[in-house]
């Protein structure tokens, strides 16, 4: 967020513009104006503020008019810095378009830190938030980034839309699950984060046929290092405020130690097999959960790749959890097989299989449980036609081939 502080006071532009690039944020020696020449500099086409800090001189009389000016240049949040003493005038300040007051006299490093840890923990652009749903994993082979995208497609022909961020850092597998070829990643953004805005974010964005748009994992894991918390943060907001279902597919370094994450999230699913393995992993995540105090009935227990031979029972797995599964996905290797070769979800594969109903079960119960919208009612209807193989053909199939391959590149 690229930051521009108005005033001709040079000590307390410089006091600032200290406290601004302490706390990680833009703000170049440029970026520091003359009050006169503040609304003209916010309008340049150059500029793309996010936070405009303006120092009121003392005992002047155009308080209102220089705040009214800058107002109504920008639409970037506005912080007043002056004197404190005179609640009047903070009052004015306020109704004149200031969003916030800060008291020069005081402490304006924490002031400040104060001021963004508020308004980076509300909605963008104070837009209602859309429901936030985790998927987490109980280990390896859970089948955790297939339950995401299924799910994420499932809310999408309902609702005509679904965000979907793949947190998965070095193995994020739902570009090829959908067969899209993102131009930007997580860690673009995360390195841009000074820059990063709602239209950024947005053509960051790879969009599917579904109706899913997808922020898709780093491409190399040289690139992890780039994703940092305060980009995350930012990015999950951004994405509550565009869609009204976002589905993130979360490893263990945010199912367990992203708090922040965690705790804003209107529902947890937690997937996992019926073997010793991933219970005894599920059992761990979900005491790490209660110490940190999550609600019990955000927790979506659901148990994937269901009906083996020699699994664990259900009614076991849930005398250990202490908690019911909520949801049973069946074991079905032809579909997800093809599915996963092809990068085609199964629910659109193959709609009228058990596991795509159970997918559209739970979407249901994440997003709503409303009468069924058109785009369902079409869905339940599909006739069942040829598979994709046979739609594919055998010239067809045999150039899936180099998509196989890419893996490896």
């Known amino acids: 967020m690229q930051c521009l502080i108005a005033c001709d006071n040079p000590a307390a532009a410089a006091k600032l513009r200290h406290a601004l690039v302490h706390l990680g944020r ?16 916010l309008q340049a086409p150059s500029r793309d503020c996010g936070l405009v800090l303006l120092v009121l001189p003392e005992d002047d009389a155009r308080d209102d008019e220089l705040v009214r000016g800058i107002r109504a240049a920008t639409a970037a949040r506005l912080v007043v810095v002056g004197n404190t003493n005179d609640s009047g005038r903070i009052l004015s ?24 840890r508020r308004i980076e923990s509300a909605p963008v652009g104070g837009e209602s938030e859309g429901r936030l749903t985790m998927v987490a994993r109980a280990s390896g082979g859970c089948g955790g980034s297939l339950v995401a995208a299924n799910l994420a497609v499932s809310i999408a022909q309902r609702n005509g839309s679904c965000g979907l961020l793949d947190f998965v850092l070095r193995q994020g597998d739902l570009a090829a699950l959908l067969n899209l070829k993102p131009r930007h990643t997580l860690a673009d953004l995360c390195r841009n984060v000074d820059k990063l805005d709602r239209k950024m974010f947005e053509n960051s964005l790879a969009r599917h046929e579904s109706g899913v748009h997808l922020l898709a994992a780093p491409f190399k894991v040289a690139e992890i290092e780039h994703v940092n918390a305060e980009g995350v943060a930012r990015l999950v907001r951004m994405a509550r405020a565009a869609f009204d279902d976002v589905i993130v597919d979360a490893d263990h370094v945010f199912q367990s130690s992203g708090r ?23 059992s761990r995540l979900l005491d790490h959960w209660r110490q940190l105090q999550v609600p019990i009935d955000k927790v979506i227990l659901i148990a994937n790749r269901t009906g083996q031979s020699r699994e664990l029972p259900a009614e076991k797995a849930e005398a250990v959890l202490g908690l019911n599964f909520a949801h049973f996905v069946p074991d079905d290797p032809k579909t997800i097989n093809l599915s996963v070769n092809c990068g085609f979800p199964a629910v659109l594969e193959s709609p009228k299989s058990k596991l795509a109903g159970v997918f559209r079960e739970i979407a ?15 869905e339940v209807g599909l006739a069942p036609g040829p598979s994709l193989l046979e739609r594919l053909g055998v010239d067809r199939l045999l150039t899936s081939v180099p998509r196989l391959a890419r893996a490896g590149e």
Request: proline share 4%.
């Open 26 to 41: 833009s703000c170049p020696i440029t970026n520091v104006v003359p009050l006169d020449r503040a609304p003209l500099e």
């Open 93 to 116: 300040a306020v109704h004149a378009g200031a969003n916030d007051y800060l008291d020069e006299a005081g402490d304006i490093g924490r002031q400040l830190a104060d001021f963004l």
């Open 260 to 282: 922040q994450l965690i705790e804003g999230s209107t529902r947890l699913l937690l997937v996992m097999r019926l073997d010793f393995t991933s219970l005894r992993n599920a």
């Open 364 to 378: 249901r119960e994440i997003a709503g449980a409303e009468a069924a919208s058109a785009a369902e009612e079409r």
